[in-house]
């Protein structure tokens, strides 16, 4: 199993341009989340999915949309990025939907993500 | 409003140390705290966690205290060795079914294990 997986690895934008993270998920897990880590700031939620076909905001959602393709995957697009996105993104998954609150979240490896 | 406050932002210490990191929570429906390890270039992973009914967890070296009536829980690292040398974030959820398992993450601490 790959678990998590994350693309790009790596992404330099300009201002004003748009982009999606893609991550997929191969665990049949029902929630996914998406999260932004910054120097000192922890890892903050930007969008969760409980389940297929539900998707909520976080902590930190302006400038970001996203997409629950399917079971498996879980999209994040920028329509226009700033420099204030300038980041690394982690997708996460869990069993979810009714499991414990101990469910466990698997992270991916991450985006790192500069605008300029 | 930051609802876990971890500290300290960073850690040094010597081979076979024992380093302490500390959280605390101000929400009272918490109910699971996690603690997850992170490498540099890699994603978050779980190393440990605890269920407010109990006040101590012991994995291998790793070891957390839970102070229910304080609202804090600490990690501690017994023997430490270089390649505990990692960020370490204390987390928090609350039960209550389906998109409740949010976890509220800690801003991490950096601990460096001197050889």
């Known amino acids: 199993n790959a678990g998590v997986t994350q693309t790009p690895k790596f992404q330099v934008l300009k201002t004003g341009q748009s982009m999606t993270l893609q991550c997929a998920q191969d665990m049949n897990h029902n929630s996914m989340y998406w999260y932004r880590q910054d120097p000192g700031m922890g890892l903050r939620l930007i969008y969760y999915s409980a389940s297929e076909g539900t998707t909520d905001k976080g902590e930190v959602p302006n400038g970001y949309n996203v997409s629950r393709l399917n079971k498996r995957e879980f999209s994040l697009r920028l329509e226009s990025a700033a420099p204030s996105q300038t980041s690394v993104y982690f997708c996460?998954?869990?069993?979810?939907?009714?499991?414990?609150?101990?469910?466990?979240?698997?992270f991916g490896p991450g985006t790192r993500l500069t605008v300029l | 409003q930051q609802q876990v406050k971890q500290s300290p932002q960073s850690l040094i210490v010597q081979k076979g140390g024992i380093p302490i990191i500390n959280c605390a929570y101000e929400n009272t429906a918490f109910d699971y705290f996690p603690w997850y390890q992170q490498f540099p270039g890699k994603g978050p992973a779980l190393l440990i966690a605890i269920r407010p009914d109990v006040s101590e967890k012991k994995e291998g070296r790793f070891t957390i205290s839970f102070n229910k009536s304080a609202k804090q829980f600490s990690l501690h690292i017994m023997d430490s060795q270089p390649g505990d040398s990692a960020t370490y974030f204390c987390a928090a959820s609350k039960g209550g079914g389906g998109s409740n398992y949010k976890l509220t993450f800690g801003k991490g601490t950096l601990l460096t294990v001197n050889p």
């Open positions: 996460a998954s869990s069993v979810g939907a009714g499991g414990a609150p101990t469910d466990t979240q698997y």
